[in-house]
């Protein structure tokens, strides 16, 4: 399987027995821009939007810009895509972002962050719209008051008036919960408010196809994510949780030193499902073993 030029300048296509679509590394729109499931013919990502898009830098109480708008360079072969950010007044750091295609219905992206600068909880906000035929869901830790009780499992959040209009932060413990709440947000333009709910089991979320029995499924290891953040399912169009269709990871977290160099892992797999949604999990248990953790 190789990336290939699709006819269109900064394009690059890929097509696995399994998916299809293509990958714009430049402009403030980059990522996957398209992908279909060949298998249901699902459209996986919004047709505005994308997935594995580098927005926000942030570190404690302060918010350094957007990767979306820093110009970049890019490098590519026929197997992997590379984007390279130099530091900037702003952000004092490189990142490097390497999106490679699986057989046979995977995207891995790694991002390697080298820091000229302190940053206290330092993070890359990684933005992912998916289309609204795809629900979100999320994969929680059990509760006494869950039946059956304290046994993990997927939610599909709804529309509710506690907190219609509100990214939904699902964290990894209470401490993690702090950084979405620590200031970072507090001055960027008004549509984003964060709601910590309850914490993730694993940092695995998905947006389902329930009709044709199809997910779309975003990963981490629990020591490169400490939150996600998901939309809800609602009708109203004016909505941008809805609308949009968004499912956030907030990647790193930890402190940063000067000179430090760290590196996170993303997986996005688009996988049939049954009726108990035991796929995406399998899927998970795969990844953290070809990266040498095991939680399972």
Known sequence: MGLNENGEAGKWGFETDEIVGYIQPDGDRHGIKELTHKPSGVQVVHPKYDVFNLFFMFSTNHCMGTARDNKRTIEMDDETIEIHWEPTEDHKAEITAKYEVVKPNIIDLSITV????????????????????????????????????????????????????????????????RRSVDGRWDRIWGLYQWNPQRYFEFPVI?????????????????????????????????????????????????????????????????????????????????FLVEKGTTLF
């Open 206 to 286: 998905m947006s389902v196809d329930a009709e044709k029995g199809v997910a779309a499924v975003l990963m981490s290891r629990p020591e490169d994510c400490y939150a996600v953040i998901s939309g809800y399912d609602s009708d109203n169009d004016d909505d941008p949780f809805a609308d949009q269709n968004p499912l956030y990871m907030s990647l790193f977290g930890d402190d940063f030193r000067v000179s430090d160099e760290r590196t996170v892992e993303v997986r996005f797999a688009v996988t049939e499902i049954d009726e108990a949604m035991s796929q995406p999990l399998g899927l998970y248990e795969s």
């Open 114 to 177: 080298h820091s000229n600068w302190p940053y206290p909880g330092y993070e890359v906000f990684l933005s992912n719209y998916f289309h609204r035929s795809l629900k979100p869901h999320v994969y929680v830790q059990g509760s006494p008051f869950d039946d059956p009780a304290d046994k993990a499992r997927w939610i599909a959040p709804q529309v509710n008036d506690v907190f219609v209009g509100t990214g939904l932060v699902f964290s990894r413990d209470q401490h993690a919960a």
